[in-house]
């Protein structure tokens, strides 16, 4: 989705709907110029970082 500052500014509600529930990113622009990107948060799944990390097996580290 793209929207102005303007936009942004007078329906912040309706911008931010796609964001907040479809995990959509917004391009804010300002006089036809990239100026933001509004992003959701994505909450880690510890879980699946967890099975991916046992996947890679042991890993040894190095002194610096």
Excluded: C, F, N
């Amino acid at each position: 989705m793209k929207a102005t500052l303007t936009q942004l500014r007078r329906e912040t509600s309706r911008i931010l709907g796609p964001v907040i529930h479809a995990s959509q990113k917004v391009l804010i622009t300002e006089h036809g110029r990239k100026i933001a990107t509004i992003v959701p948060i994505v909450e880690p799944d510890r879980q699946r970082a967890l099975q991916m990390l046992t996947a890679i097996g042991p890993v040894e580290m190095h002194d610096r």
